[in-house]
Each structure stands twice: as C-alpha cells, then as structure tokens.
C-alpha cells in the first residue's frame, strides 16, 4: 500500500456526515508519517445527489453563466496579453488498498458496487483561460476496458463551476481509470487599475458572482471546503484590517488591493507546497487545512495562503473564487517528470479571482490576484498608489493551464486521501480504495514551422 508521505503532522478523520438522508463522505485529509489513512467506508447509499442529469449541450452554458451582449464599462478593464493553446491531459486511477499483516501476503481486494458516478471539473474558462468544450474529451476505464465516454455536464455550480458525470454499473475489478484531455486557450492578463477603480459595488451581484457568497453545502466539510470565510476567526481578523468600519465603504477594487496586501503580510508560507505523495512518488492530493486555521495561525501551504485570500474578501462581501491550475513556467518545452520534488517551483499553482458587475450591461469579469507570487516578492507589501505585479496583471498565466475553481468537487462525492479535483460516488458501499494522479500538456503550434512543445509524466 501506498502510505502518504505527509508534508504536514496534522491528523484528520474521515468523517461522514448525513444531509437529507445522504450519507456523505469526506476524505481524510492529512495523516501522520507513521500511519496508514483509514480507507472510507458507508452504509448503504443512493446516486441521486452527486450531478443531475444534463441540463445542457457541451458548448450551451445555462442562464448562471449568461452575459449581456451591450457595451460595459469592464470590457476594457481586463485585456489579453500573450496567448499560449494548450491540452492538459490528467489520468487518475484507483484501486484497492492492499492490505498487509505481518509475517503474511498481502490481502488483496476488489472494487465492486452496483452503481457508481464518477465526476471531474470542466471549466468553460477563467480571466485567464478559455476551453475548447466542443473538443473536450473524457473516458471511463475499468480494469483497463472502455467503460463509459460520454458524460453528462451540469453548470451551475459556485462560482461558475462545470462538472462532468460518468456512469458505471455492476461492476467488480481491481482498477477503475479515469482520463481527460482538455484543449484551452491561457493568456497573460494585463488589467486597467486607474479605470477599474471607478467601478462602483452594485446592488445586486450576478447570480454566478453571488453563488460565491453562499456557503458551501453542507457547511461542516472542512476536508472538501476549506473556504470557511464565516468562521470567526476570519471574520475577526477582517474587522481588525477594517478598523471595524464597513468594508464596502470604499470601492471594490480598492479593498481588494488593500485586502490582498494585508494577507500578503499576514500569511507566512510553511515548509512544503501542500502537496502529498505516495511511496513511488505519484501525486495523491493536495493537503489543505481550513482558511479559518490558516489566518488564526499565520501559516500555511501556498495553497492555503490563497484559501485565505479568497475567504477574506468573501468575508468582506466581494464575491471571490480559488482558481487551481497546472504550471508549466519552470521547463516549458522540456520533457520533465510530472511534480519532481527537487524543482525549484510549484507544478500545481492557484490564484484568486474577485468579480467586478455591471448591473446595467448585465456583464461579470473577473480579476486575479496572487497573494503567493506577491509574498514571493517580499513580506511587506508595497504603496497602495503603485502598480502591483499579479494583481490583476499578471504575465506567467500563459503558462499555467486552470483544473479547477475547487479543490474537490461542490457536490457529494469522496476521493481517498486527499482532495484532487475529481471525486466518486458508489453504491450500496463506497470503496476501500487509493487513488493516484499524473499530468501532461501539449502546446499547440502557433505557426508555420512552430513545433509542439510537450511536457510529459513518468
């Protein structure tokens, strides 16, 4: 069995909780070196809760993500720099644990289930990214055999999250694969800060940026939703910042630069990147600890430090979203092994978005902010007048290809482990299971003569 190779001597439980009936499990999400996660276990449990049925075509976005057609004052705001076409691919695959006792074989188990639906975040795009969801492509596998290509997507998720539903039935077997390829489009940002400053709080936000400022469902997944922007320790330390004055007494922009230095200062990076390992160096998931933890102890992961961002302007009342992407900056072009620990920077990078609304042209955009690139910069953060690289500008985000708004999926399902992205859901019991990730992109030629730059895993 793979034991992770925590970063981290946290320990969680996994934890199930029941909401409607449903049992609904949540991984583990850090365990000591010494010991091995506990694998998830349930009664009995029905797949109507992971992902309705399709509400919409692939290319059609439903009425969340819909924009007005007119003229905005934030059509200018946010402008493409240059521009790289990319397709991400991701494998991820289970199996059983294997289970050993001394002085004995390993006990070998299966994968089996009735039923089960497996789902994995298809974004329609980013302030930095746009995919090509005509092209997307993504297949079932178990025990190596096609099982199930075609999936049904659901749109109206937080924060503007898409997730695609695979469907497997009657199934016994000793691995279950999972593989996407998604074609984007990822560009540098170059943001109008003197403009957007005149960008007033509306009285209504968008149904997408708006969805951003409900809590996460059910509230008490701390594993699964580490945005936990209500807790008092957030809220505590947004007043402080605040001098206890209404934090949208000045506009939105201004507070979100202001905001965002603050966490800069506040947050001091921990040792490691947040990510977990298994015994032959694959990638299990991604240790996170609530954004509550992180600003009460001022530490945290790089993703934790923008858990914290994120949670600290929804707390403020600017809707805001974690955006998590795979960054190919550090050996574009190179063939390298996917998430080496001796590289000097991060494969798996997020980032925070806030949203900007015209009421009146019925338009959102979108304005990243990297809290972690800043820090980077120096601990202190710079005049409030001067220009910040990666707030709003930002010239690496070409290379970095967005996975995800979330950690793992907004809707009931279980990963083993730890959080990454994809999630499933079996039934009449969830699975004693492992899971493992790896990842690659291809560049696409930009013009005649131009070959394709590959990144691949081992």
């Given at each position: 069995?793979?034991?992770?190779?925590?970063?981290?001597?946290?320990?969680?439980?996994?934890?199930?909780?029941?909401?409607?009936?449903?049992?609904?499990?949540?991984?583990?999400?850090?365990?000591?070196?010494?010991?091995?996660?506990?694998?998830?276990?349930?009664?009995?449990?029905?797949?109507?809760?992971?992902?309705?049925?399709?509400t919409t075509q692939p290319g059609q976005p439903s009425a969340m993500h819909q924009q007005g057609t007119g003229s905005s004052v934030l059509d200018k705001l946010l402008k493409r720099g240059r521009e790289d076409d990319w397709t991400l691919k991701i494998d991820i695959t289970v199996r059983p644990y294997q289970h050993v006792e001394a002085d004995s074989a390993?006990?070998?188990?299966?994968?089996?289930?009735?039923?089960?639906?497996?789902?994995?975040?298809?974004?329609?795009?980013?302030?930095?990214?746009?995919?090509?969801?005509?092209?997307?492509?993504?297949?079932?596998?178990?025990?190596?055999?096609?099982?199930?290509?075609?999936?049904?997507?659901?749109?109206?998720?937080?924060?503007?999250?898409?997730?695609?539903?695979?469907?497997?039935?009657?199934?016994?077997?000793?691995?279950?694969?999972?593989?996407?390829?998604?074609?984007?489009?990822?560009?540098?940002?170059?943001?109008?800060?003197?403009?957007?400053?005149?960008?007033?709080?509306?009285?209504?936000?968008?149904?997408?940026?708006?969805?951003?400022?409900?809590?996460?469902?059910?509230?008490?997944?701390?594993?699964?939703?580490?945005?936990?922007?209500?807790?008092?320790?957030?809220?505590?330390?947004?007043?402080?910042?605040?001098?206890?004055?209404?934090?949208?007494?000045?506009?939105?922009?201004?507070?979100?630069?202001?905001?965002?230095?603050?966490?800069?200062?506040?947050?001091?990076?921990?040792?490691?990147?947040?990510?977990?390992?298994?015994?032959?160096?694959?990638?299990?998931?991604?240790?996170?600890?609530?954004?509550?933890?992180?600003?009460?102890?001022?530490?945290?992961?790089?993703?934790?430090?923008?858990?914290?961002?994120?949670?600290?302007?929804?707390?403020?009342?600017?809707?805001?979203?974690?955006?998590?992407?795979?960054?190919?900056?550090?050996?574009?072009?190179?063939?390298?092994?996917?998430?080496?620990?001796?590289?000097?920077?991060?494969?798996?990078?997020?980032?925070?978005?806030?949203?900007?609304?015209?009421?009146?042209?019925?338009?959102?955009?979108?304005?990243?902010?990297?809290?972690?690139?800043?820090?980077?910069?120096?601990?202190?953060?710079?005049?409030?007048?001067?220009?910040?690289?990666?707030?709003?500008?930002?010239?690496?985000?070409?290379?970095?290809?967005?996975?995800?708004?979330?950690?793992?999926?907004?809707?009931?399902?279980?990963?083993?482990?730890?959080?990454?992205?994809?999630?499933?859901?079996?039934?009449?019991?969830?699975?004693?299971?492992?899971?493992?990730?790896?990842?690659?992109?291809?560049?696409?030629?930009?013009?005649?003569?131009?070959?394709?730059?590959?990144?691949?895993?081992?």
């Open positions: 069995m793979d034991t992770p190779l925590s970063r981290r001597s946290a320990t969680r439980k996994i934890v199930l909780m029941s909401a409607a009936g449903l049992a609904l499990p949540l991984v583990a999400h850090a365990q000591p070196r010494d010991k091995k996660p506990k694998p998830a276990s349930a009664p009995a449990t029905r797949l109507s809760q992971p992902v309705a049925p399709a390993p006990i070998l188990t299966d994968l089996r289930f009735k039923e089960a639906a497996i789902v994995f975040p298809v974004l329609y795009g980013s302030a930095s990214h746009a995919v090509d969801v005509e092209n997307f492509a993504g297949r079932v596998s178990f025990n190596e055999d096609p099982a199930d290509e075609v999936p049904d997507y659901k749109d109206d998720y937080q924060g503007g999250s898409r997730i695609a539903k695979w469907t497997l039935k009657d199934k016994v077997g000793h691995e279950m694969g999972l593989r996407v390829e998604i074609p984007m489009t990822c560009w540098e940002t170059v943001f109008d800060e003197r403009a957007a400053n005149g960008i007033k709080w509306p009285a209504v936000w968008s149904p997408i940026a708006q969805s951003t400022l409900r809590p996460d469902q059910p509230r008490n997944r701390p594993v699964t939703a580490p945005i936990d922007y209500m807790a008092r320790p957030v809220m505590d330390l947004v007043k402080a910042w605040t001098d206890g004055k209404n934090p949208q007494a000045i506009p939105p922009v201004k507070l979100a630069k202001f905001l965002a230095g603050k966490v800069q200062e506040h947050v001091q990076p921990g040792e490691g990147e947040g990510l977990e390992f298994g015994k032959m160096g694959q990638l299990i998931g991604i240790n996170l600890q609530t954004a509550s933890e992180t600003v009460a102890s001022g530490k945290g992961s790089p993703h934790d430090m923008t858990n914290a961002l994120c949670a600290v302007y929804r707390a403020a009342g600017l809707p805001a979203r974690t955006v998590i992407g795979y960054d190919v900056r550090e050996n574009k072009g190179e063939d390298s092994g996917f998430l080496k620990k001796n590289r000097g920077g991060l494969e798996i990078k997020s980032w925070v978005e806030f949203a900007l609304y015209d009421e009146g042209a019925n338009k959102t955009i979108w304005i990243p902010v990297d809290v972690v690139r800043m820090r980077a910069q120096g601990s202190k953060s710079r005049s409030l007048d001067s220009a910040w690289k990666y707030f709003g500008t930002h010239d690496e985000l070409d290379d970095v290809m967005p996975i995800s708004f979330h950690y793992h999926p907004p809707t009931s399902v279980v990963a083993h482990g730890y959080p990454c992205f994809w999630g499933w859901l079996t039934a009449p019991t969830l699975q004693n299971a492992k899971q493992a990730v790896t990842m690659s992109a291809t560049s696409t030629p930009k013009g005649p003569g131009e070959k394709k730059k590959k990144k691949t895993t081992r």
